[in-house]
């Protein structure tokens, strides 16, 4: 998408704790989710579930990607964050630059041990840099694949 172009690290450096977090957001649970990352506030045993399906028992732990959800700001906060422990992969990013992006921002995170991938299309070859060279991850766990 054309909102990524020209966006690096000093970008978000610079933005991150002043952005307002309903701006690059589909939803206030989105919200919420990007506020628990950046603040380093998520629960060491909770999981990250990133999906285009919603479940109402565990909203707090869904970031539900719609219009409006801005991946480079996932990513950088998930990058950043030392508490998450796991990540559940249920969907990723349509366009090549979000992807890139979101591959970043994952690739930076040195906190994660479990990575789950399912539900969904997606390429390994984005994903192998960070299965490669993730000194954290323990566990991948691979489910319903197209």
């Known amino acids: ?11 978000y450096d610079m933005l991150a704790h002043i952005i307002d977090l309903n701006c690059i957001t589909s939803s ?12 380093d506030a998520w629960h060491k045993k ?11 028992e565990d909203g707090d732990k ?10 480079g700001w996932l990513a950088y906060f998930l990058g950043r964050n030392k508490q998450i422990r796991g990540l559940n992969l249920c ?13 970043e921002g994952l ?4 906190s994660i041990e479990r990575l789950g991938v399912g539900s969904c299309d997606i390429d390994f070859s984005s994903l192998s840099p ?7 991850l323990r566990s991948l766990e691979l489910w319903d694949l197209d």
């Open 130 to 136: 960070y299965i490669i060279n993730s000194s954290n």
């Open 28 to 39: 206030k649970e989105n919200s919420k989710i990007l506020g628990r990352l950046r603040d």
């Open 91 to 103: 969907c990723l990013p349509e366009y090549e630059d979000e992807v890139d992006a979101f591959m």
């Open 46 to 56: 909770e999981y990250l579930y990133i999906t285009d399906l919603y479940d109402d």
């Open 1 to 11: 998408s054309e909102e990524m172009i020209g966006r690096d690290q000093k970008y």
């Open 62 to 71: 869904y970031f539900i990607v719609e219009e409006g959800d801005d991946w």
């Open 107 to 110: 690739c930076r995170n040195q």
